[in-house]
């Protein structure tokens, strides 16, 4: 029996909460859980989007509620019902545009979903949520309702942007923005005149980017025509921020270089085209699903040719390519994310110090790789998409100390140099309507 229309995008909802505690980014889980239930393109679609980044925005709050109103820690429950609660409790207590019938429909579905699984347990919980209205009050209740954020990522925000002399209240209020959807145009394949002016006459809002000459920057929807150009590889989703670390490293044709953290490989992608194919370049990814999807990109956009896979851990490098060996490196590792809180809503919740620890100690195990991969006159670009000074000047810092071969080359344009450690950058969306990055480009002397 098919499922009715209204059953189908609950479950979808709620299979999309589920999924996107382990697939990443959340878009990902979002767009398969929409395929499978046949909702992609329907007038439930944007709808059942929405509620699902809701979900993922609120995330803290929502758990603080389910834990103070029905007394369970959703750590402590398996994901269907941590599923359900969520939404539900999203639904009742936080979702503005749920009205009466909306709430009533959404309950009896999620009931339904959790019978079906043979979890009448859970519906209890259901009936005390929908009863009972949570009202903050403890200081960490109020920063949640504040920023929606976890208190811990508020205290690591506010000490970097104590240091680093920012406004916390700008950059936390931009992270609720609709974010610019921001392309790069493949010159291999297109002249990005040529594209604005296809895009206009397809009837598009489209205009030039602000500091990346490659970007364009496209209001309104991505629907057939901005799909086909990006499955044909003219266009590459990529937030300008991204591109500009390419043009830091202003890597030349004929040169070698390295990318130790690829993938999904915006990155590498852009540096094949900087270098018009004449350069190689070889990638690095651990994670072989993510190599695989770089490995597409590559295809698409025409520049697989130009770069050598090599799916493993960065962190041995030099042994497989040797040492000072490469004329440009790029380093990209993984970090909080916390530049890009708003494409990512689960960043909000995620941030454990434990967790960052462990991260800096992985970022300065690859500069340190990277380095040795340099050849002397060599560049070395270490990026993070992270507002953080921990994972940014304090890592640079270190390192400066400990290379006394190591030269900061100055960075100022486009963007704003960190007072903290003067010649290296920031990137902040509350400023310059991107995701936060930070820059720091060296030479080997
Ligand atoms: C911030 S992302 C890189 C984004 C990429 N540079 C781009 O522009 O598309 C970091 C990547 O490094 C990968 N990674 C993590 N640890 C690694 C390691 N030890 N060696 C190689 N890659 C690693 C992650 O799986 C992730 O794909």
Redesign the pocket.
């Known amino acids: 029996m098919a499922l009715k229309e209204y059953e189908r995008m609950v479950y979808a909802i709620i299979e999309a909460i589920k999924q996107g505690e382990h697939v990443k980014p959340i878009q990902e889980a979002i767009r398969r859980v929409m395929n499978k239930y046949k909702i992609q393109g329907t007038r439930f679609d944007r709808r059942a989007s929405g509620i699902i980044y809701g979900v993922f925005r609120n995330q803290g709050l929502i758990d603080r509620i389910i834990e103070s109103i029905a007394g369970v820690r959703t750590d402590e429950i398996d994901s269907d019902a941590r599923a359900v609660l969520r939404l539900v409790t999203y639904t009742v207590q936080l979702d503005p545009r749920a009205g009466h019938s909306i709430k009533h429909t959404f309950i009896r579905y999620a009931k339904k979903y959790l019978a079906r699984k043979g979890r009448d347990d859970t519906l209890k919980l259901i009936d005390t949520i929908t009863r009972n209205k949570w009202k903050p009050i403890s200081e960490e209740d109020k920063i949640i309702i504040n920023y929606r954020i976890s208190p811990q990522l508020y205290r690591a925000l506010k000490h970097s942007f104590d240091l680093l002399g920012e406004n916390l209240e700008a950059f936390l209020s931009s992270t609720y923005k609709q974010y610019t959807k921001t392309f790069r145009v493949n010159s291999l394949k297109a002249s990005r005149n040529a594209v604005l002016e296809y895009l206009r006459r397809a009837g598009y809002e489209v205009r030039p980017g602000n500091y990346s000459p490659s970007a364009i920057i496209v209001s309104g929807s991505l629907d057939k025509e901005l799909v086909k150009l990006i499955e044909t590889g003219i266009l590459t989703p990529q937030d300008e921020s991204?591109m500009v670390a390419v043009e830091l490293l202003d890597p030349k044709p004929g040169t070698s270089i390295a990318?130790?953290?690829?993938?999904?490989?915006?990155?590498t992608s852009y540096l094949a085209e900087y270098t018009r194919l004449k350069s190689r370049i070889h990638s690095?990814?651990?994670?072989s699903d993510?190599a695989k999807r770089m490995r597409r990109l590559l295809e698409r956009t025409g520049t697989i040719k130009a770069v050598t896979i090599h799916v493993g851990?960065?962190?041995r490098s030099p042994e497989v390519l040797g040492e000072k060996s490469m004329d440009y490196v790029l380093v990209?590792?993984?970090?909080s994310s916390t530049g890009a809180i708003a494409r990512n809503p689960d960043v909000r919740w995620r941030y454990r110090e434990e967790d960052i620890k462990q991260i800096i100690i992985?970022q300065q195990e690859?500069l340190e790789a990277g380095w040795r991969l340099l050849k002397p006159g060599g560049r070395l670009l270490y990026t993070v998409?992270s507002v953080l000074v921990d994972e940014g000047e304090y890592v640079v810092k270190q390192f400066l100390e400990k290379h006394g071969d190591a030269a900061l080359v100055k960075l100022e344009k486009p963007f704003k140099q960190s007072p903290l450690l003067p010649g290296t950058m920031r990137a902040y969306p509350h400023l310059h309507g991107t995701i936060g990055f930070y820059y720091a480009l060296l030479e080997k002397k």
């Not at 690095?284 to 994670?287: G, K, L, N, P, S």
């Not at 990209?332 to 970090?335: A, I, T």
């Open positions: 991204s990318d130790l953290c690829a993938a999904p490989g915006g990155k690095f990814e651990i994670y993510r851990d960065a962190r990209d590792p993984p970090c992985l690859l998409c």
